[in-house]
Structure formats: structure tokens, C-alpha cells
T-cell receptor
């Protein structure tokens, strides 16, 4: 069935360094790939998304890349700050069915001051 | 900014009891969802709802679960006979569908089954 794998499960970086989180998906028909940030006890919040007709998208310190051939997509956070510390989830969906999101297992990012 | 609202924020119940979790999706959205997140784990899809019927459900969504949109604004998840393993955070989400695909999540309802 549909599956999204996410790595690493935990990531610790020094403030100012970059962080990269990687995901792979199994369903080649997936065409929408959002990233969510979840702080402890809070709802998942969309931080960036990318569609299958685009290879890269950037929003200030956050960027996402997509390789459809390899079924990989990645989140890049540059100049990390302590407030970036949270759990990050990738997800995938097909926008031609129920539009449901299949989530990865999450990456706990810790940015050390 | 419109947002998805959920009640209650936290419910404690005894095993075997029925629970109803309520959600008010964003008013012009057409697709509605329930997701579950067991503590420390990933967000898992339960069910999607469109045009007043279930459009898709996961293996988790067995006969003890049901959803309803009784009045055109509320979207409810009922768990008929709760089990210990139903303890989790339940998130409601809604979306416009079409080309966007973006889902908006509520703050969640934490269910604790004793």
C-alpha cells in the first residue's frame, strides 16, 4: 500500500547550521508533497509544499526539493534557529482521489543554541 | 484567518464507553478528515468524507468507528466501545480539494481511555 519513509528520526544541529530531512514515497501517482512542523502538543502546521510539476521550491530559510524519478523529496532548513526545534513530518497525496495525506514517521529536530 | 476547531480538547473515558469527538471544518471546504496520532508516533489517516459520505477509510477505521456530518457544519467521529489502544490525539482536518491539496488541521482532541 501507500507508504512514506522519513529519515532521520532525530537530528541535532548547532544553531546556524543547515538541517536536511529526507523522504521517499511508494505511490508513483502521488503529486502533492507538503511538510508539516509540529510543536509539542500542538497541531501540525504546514510550512512548505511542492507539487509534482516543480523540482524545487524555496521560502526564506526553507526549501524543498523533489525527484520524481527516484520518488524522493527533501526539506532543507538553512541558518537554523532554536525556534526551529520541533518534529517535522513529510507527507504525500494524490490530488485525484480523496486527497488524503500519508505521513512519514517524523523527524525530531533539535537546534542547539 | 478561518481555522478548524475541535472539541473537546481532552476527554478521559472508561474502556467500553462511547466517545464522540466534534469538529467544525472551515466553512467553504469540501473534504473532511480524521487522523490519529498515538503519543510519539506519526499522524495516521483514519477516514475521509466528501459529499456526505465516506470517500476512503484506512484499516484502522473498523466497525467501532463512524463519522457524521449531521447539520452541515459539524463533523463528528464516534468511537462506539473504546479500547485502551484508542488513546491518542485525534486531529480533524479539512480541505478545499481541487488543485490545492492543502489540508488544514484542528488543534486536536486528546482521548485517554482508562
Amino acid at each position: 500500500g501507500e507508504n512514506v519513509e522519513q529519515h532521520p528520526s532525530t537530528l541535532s544541529v548547532q544553531e546556524g547550521d543547515s538541517a536536511v530531512i529526507k523522504c521517499t514515497y511508494s505511490d508513483s501517482a502521488s503529486n502533492y508533497f507538503p511538510w508539516y512542523k509540529q510543536e509539542l502538543g500542538k497541531r501540525p502546521q504546514l510550512i512548505i509544499d511542492i507539487r509534482s510539476n516543480v523540482g524545487e521550491k524555496k521560502d526564506q530559510r526553507i526549501a524543498v526539493t523533489l525527484n520524481k524519478t527516484a520518488k524522493h523529496f527533501s526539506l532543507h532548513i538553512t541558518e537554523t534557529q532554536p525556534e526551529d526545534s520541533a518534529v517535522y513530518f513529510c507527507a504525500a497525496s494524490k490530488t485525484d482521489s480523496s486527497y488524503k495525506l500519508i505521513f512519514g514517521s517524523g523527524t525530531r529536530l533539535l537546534v542547539r543554541p | 484567518e478561518p481555522e478548524v476547531t475541535q472539541t473537546p480538547s481532552h476527554q478521559v473515558t472508561q474502556m467500553g464507553q462511547e466517545v464522540i469527538l466534534r469538529c467544525v471544518p472551515i466553512s467553504n471546504h469540501l473534504y473532511f478528515y480524521w487522523y490519529r496520532q498515538i503519543l510519539g508516533q506519526k499522524v495516521e489517516f483514519l477516514v475521509s468524507f466528501y459529499n456526505n459520505e465516506i470517500s476512503e477509510k484506512s484499516e484502522i477505521f473498523d466497525d467501532q468507528f463512524s463519522v457524521e456530518r449531521p447539520d452541515g457544519s459539524n463533523f463528528t467521529l464516534k468511537i462506539r466501545s473504546t479500547k485502551l489502544e484508542d488513546s491518542a490525539m485525534y486531529f480533524c482536518a479539512s480541505g478545499l480539494a481541487g488543485r490545492t491539496g492543502e489540508l488544514f488541521f484542528g488543534e486536536g482532541s486528546r482521548l485517554t481511555v482508562l
